[in-house]
């Protein structure tokens, strides 16, 4: 039952005090699971034994010890499982005090309080963003400026354009590919004559 006079005994929670209980949890769980590993191994030789083991009795011994092990290794796992879940809980709490500590932070620090003054906030924004289209629209300009008088430029022919003197360079170029493609032909039809001739003497 809630009573409304009951200290409330989160207000003044640790948060050193929490870590240190989650240590002391996970401890203590490391622990829970090392004995259940022991027992299984304990087992497992004891498993090996009575297979081997002739003797009637010494079998139902072995198997009556196992049995008690395995009852052992089963609280071992139920108390490590408990752990688990006051492991997991108190983890929780801590991730709410974190969030809670880092909220109250937050609202107390200059931006916060910026924020929290709605009507200068609304001038700013729109000056800023009245300086941010003033800004803008001298780029623009300045871009249709570039692009207007870019327009008008005609490319200089001495410099970028094909002249007499090129314009016959370029023909001899050509030329000159024709005769080399021309040459790698003829060399080619001159190598393959051997062959072809060679191969008529050998059909005949």
């Known amino acids: ?13 640790n948060r050193e005090d929490l870590v240190n209980s989650i240590c002391e ?22 498993v090996d034994k009575g297979k081997k083991e002739k ?3 010494l079998q139902l011994f072995y ?31 801590k991730d709410a005090y974190d969030s809670n500590t880092f909220f109250k932070t937050q609202t107390k620090v200059p931006l916060s309080e910026l924020l929290q003054d709605q009507k200068r906030l609304a001038k700013f924004l729109n000056k ?13 300009s300045a871009d249709e400026l570039f692009n207007e008088v870019q327009s008008a430029y005609d490319v ?8 007499k003197n090129e314009e016959e360079i370029l023909s001899m170029f050509e030329k000159e590919n024709q005769l080399n493609d021309e040459q790698e ?8 004559e051997p062959i072809k001739k060679k191969k008529m003497k050998m059909e005949e």
Not at 6 to 13: C, E, S
Not at 27 to 43: D, G, L, P, S, W
Not at 66 to 88: A, D, F, P, V, W
Request: charged share 35%; net charge positive.
């Open 63 to 93: 198997a009556k010890k196992i049995s008690h092990l395995n009852e052992e290794k089963q609280t071992c796992m139920e108390r490590g499982m408990y752990l688990l879940y006051n492991i997991r809980l108190m983890n929780k709490l």
């Open 185 to 192: 032909l003829m060399e080619d039809k001159e190598k393959s």
């Open 156 to 163: 200089s022919q001495p410099i970028y354009g094909v002249g």
């Open 55 to 57: 003797n009637r009795e």
């Open 1 to 13: 039952m809630w009573w409304p006079f009951r200290r409330n005994k989160f207000k003044n929670l």
């Open 25 to 46: 949890l996970e401890r203590q769980e490391r622990t829970a699971e090392a004995e259940v590993y022991q027992k299984i191994k304990e087992i497992d030789a004891l």
């Open 128 to 140: 800023a963003l009245e300086t941010r289209i003033s800004s803008e629209d001298v780029l623009t």
